[in-house]
């Protein structure tokens, strides 16, 4: 495997200019997988043009590092996260939020370390109380540029309460609510110190069924904050979608899982990935490749029908990384886990997964015969698209965040699968992860 340039090299380094190439790699760019060497700073935290540095300053990189021919790839990101290692977003401990801090904080570090060095950590629906408590912690945690939180959250995913009862999957009908009053309604039930227009918000995505009264409007003024309006866990027929898609909805939650199937004569929520209607664009769609909640298949017709818009999430919740079991869940119920698959004890409805967004990745690529390129766009550049981050984060471009991740596809004997590894991450410019050594980087 590669050589890795000594641990005291790389201390001498961070005390000059902190430049550092990559090489001997395969860089992910679009769909394609390209030899090209990168250079980063672990100064600023951010990709560098290369070219300029070698030419225009005459700088050679303090660190050389050959990654042995394997792929360098922007940090994987996850829209959706519910929970993971024993930790539960969506619940407050009973010792208080200083408790659900240190929580948050922890599901951070063990996040990056499989390859997600962002993401949107995301509620379930949930009483007023608990958003007016969590939410302060949820919010986009980057600015401090440190590599030693782990992995940064791009904001809040409020999926819920505002839904449909017919769809809630196994959220809690009973906290259900209706957007009457439009945005208002939302800023009620979330704390308006956390949605007020003009003010900054915690919340990145608000996963809502837009054929509730109310709806529309607040889609409306979501889509003017910059907040992403998602209709997902939603009855809307396909015109109820587009509708919503005119107001400014630009993303589905977990397509196909908690809405109308496909119908010949009313395709529904999915009708929108083959819209040929000049008046709306076709919104981004998340996908749960945990081989449980979708069919194979089925994620390739939607692949095929809307590429450029496929986003692929965990929707894991606290029991990923737990072992098989009987769990409490929030509401009194129970959820049985029996390896990836998690269902509700009293009916059997699927609950969640437990799924790693890296094996989402080899899914998808095992599934749909994409290319490895392309099912890495759909965890990073297209993720990043659909937040508004375009240029920030999920490209290997100069002037975006050298959040990395280092690569290798196990190649099965012929006939046999490929799996997708994580070899390295790197956070703003920092290796914080290495499978090889298990060094933990700059918390050590
Ligand atoms: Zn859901």
């Not at 009483?127 to 940064?152: F, I, N």
């Not at 989402?360 to 965890?379: H, I, M, P, R, Y």
Request: net charge negative; aromatic share 6%.
């Amino acid at each position: 495997m590669p050589s890795a340039v000594r641990p005291d090299t790389a201390v001498v380094v961070s005390r000059r200019s902190g430049v550092i190439k990559f090489t001997n790699c395969l860089l992910v760019k679009g769909t394609d997988l390209v030899y090209e060497d990168l250079w980063i700073s672990s100064v600023t935290g951010k990709i560098l043009n290369g070219q300029e540095i070698l030419y225009g300053h005459l700088t050679a990189p303090d660190e050389i590092i050959d990654l042995g021919g394997r792929i360098l790839s922007p940090g994987l990101i996850d829209v959706q996260l519910n929970g993971a290692y024993g930790f539960d977003f969506s619940v407050i401990p009973e010792d208080g939020t200083m408790t659900y801090g240190k929580g948050v904080q922890q599901v951070n570090w063990n996040l990056v370390r499989g390859g997600v060095t962002s993401y949107l950590p995301t509620l379930t629906s949930q009483r007023p109380e608990v958003y007016h408590k969590a939410l302060p912690y949820l919010g986009p945690s980057g600015s401090a540029r440190d590599p030693a939180l782990g992995s940064e959250s791009l904001g809040a995913h409020c999926e819920g309460p505002f839904m449909s009862p017919m769809k809630n999957g196994i959220h809690n009908v009973d906290v259900l609510q209706t957007p009457h009053d439009g945005l208002s309604s939302l800023s009620a039930c979330y704390g308006p110190s956390n949605l007020t227009p003009h003010a900054p918000s915690p919340i990145k995505l608000i996963t809502l069924a837009p054929e509730l009264p109310g709806a529309l409007p607040a889609i409306q003024s979501l889509a003017s904050m910059g907040i992403v309006a998602s209709i997902g866990h939603s009855d809307a027929t396909y015109e109820e979608a587009k509708t919503a898609v005119q107001a400014g909805a630009t993303s589905i939650t977990h397509l196909f899982n908690a809405m109308k199937p496909l119908h010949h004569r009313n395709p529904g929520i999915f009708g929108l990935l083959g819209t040929a209607s000049s008046s709306i664009s076709k919104p981004y769609f998340g996908i749960i490749a945990d081989g449980i909640h979708i069919h194979p298949t089925t994620i390739k017709i939607a692949y095929n029908a809307h590429p450029e818009g496929l986003v692929l999430v965990t929707d894991a919740m606290r029991l990923a990384g737990m072992p098989d079991g009987v769990y409490d869940w929030t509401n009194g119920s129970r959820i049985v886990k029996k390896g990836a698959l998690l269902t509700l004890e009293e009916n059997g409805k699927i609950a969640g997964s437990s799924i790693e967004l890296v094996d989402c990745v080899t899914n998808f690529l095992n599934w749909t015969g994409a290319s490895v390129a392309e099912a890495l766009k759909a965890v990073t550049e297209t993720p990043a698209r659909m937040l508004g981050l375009e240029g920030v984060k999920g490209l290997l471009r100069e002037g975006a965040d050298a959040d990395l991740v280092v690569l290798d596809v196990l190649e099965g004997a012929v006939g046999e699968e490929k799996k997708v590894v994580v070899d390295q991450v790197w956070k703003f410019g920092v290796k914080v992860h290495d499978r090889e050594d298990g060094r933990e980087g700059e918390r050590v």
